[in-house]
């Protein structure tokens, strides 16, 4: 496939209101973090962020390309602000399974819109993953408390959680959206905290707060896809 080829297929499946309303929505948080005087690894990190989080929620495999810039920026940023559960996870973690993703993703994609097939977790899988998150949640705190990471609790539920959503993600389960949901308020609370002890990271938080409600929409428009094609 050429680079044509893949961008006309990227672009495809867009609703008019989506056109319209994420590119905006893009244009602002730009705009409000630049007048903020956040530090720019912020800036294009919550950019390339918020867009790798619409292209996965429309099933785009140009999500993990987003990714990756987003991970390396995040990285450093989670670094300056002591986050190193944040830190563990964006560059040990995500930023390889990146490449993951788009090796999963090419194998399941619909030829006529390259959009991804999507999945979800039978309730034994839901049971298991349930209670093997909550088990390494509380592991993670004391790793962390024992690391004097600057907020423990919330570093490791963030990253545990963030973990699990991400394998979800290239699992194309529908339920990486509950998960994302609940991270994603997490880490609003997280970074509000730091921007307000001083951390220029006014974007991270306008990221964090976009990714919750991306999380919602995508939640509701993948159940809605699931539950039409079981029906047809």
């Not at 961008?7 to 730009?30: C, D, N, Q």
């Not at 919550?46 to 990285?75: E, P, R």
Request: with cysteine; glycine share 8%.
């Amino acid at each position: 496939m050429s680079i044509t080829e893949f961008i006309k297929g990227e672009l495809k499946g867009w609703g008019k209101t989506e056109r319209k309303v994420f590119p905006l929505g893009i244009i602002l948080i730009a705009g409000i973090s630049i007048y903020m005087h956040d530090i720019t690894p912020a800036i294009i990190s919550a950019i390339c962020g918020i867009c790798a989080t619409i292209t996965a929620g429309k099933g785009k495999i140009s999500c993990y390309f987003f990714g990756i810039i987003s991970n390396l920026c995040y990285g450093y940023i989670s670094f300056e602000n002591a986050f190193w559960g944040n830190l563990v996870l964006n560059m040990l973690y995500y930023l390889p399974m990146q490449f993951v993703g788009i090796s999963q993703w090419k194998k399941h994609m619909k030829k006529e819109t390259q959009v991804i097939y999507k999945t979800k977790l039978s309730l034994k899988e839901r049971i298991l993953y349930f209670i093997l998150i909550s088990v390494l949640c509380v592991g993670g705190y004391y790793l962390l408390f024992a690391l004097e990471d600057s907020n423990s609790f919330m570093d490791s539920v963030t990253t545990i959680l963030s973990v699990f959503a991400f394998l979800l993600t290239v699992k194309r389960c529908v339920e990486q959206w509950y998960v994302w949901t609940i991270v994603n308020a997490l880490c609003v609370l997280m970074w509000l905290g730091a921007f307000m002890h001083g951390s220029h990271c006014f974007a991270t938080v306008l990221m964090w707060s976009t990714y919750f409600v991306l999380g919602l929409y995508f939640l509701k428009n993948w159940n809605k896809e699931l539950q039409s094609e079981s029906n047809s």
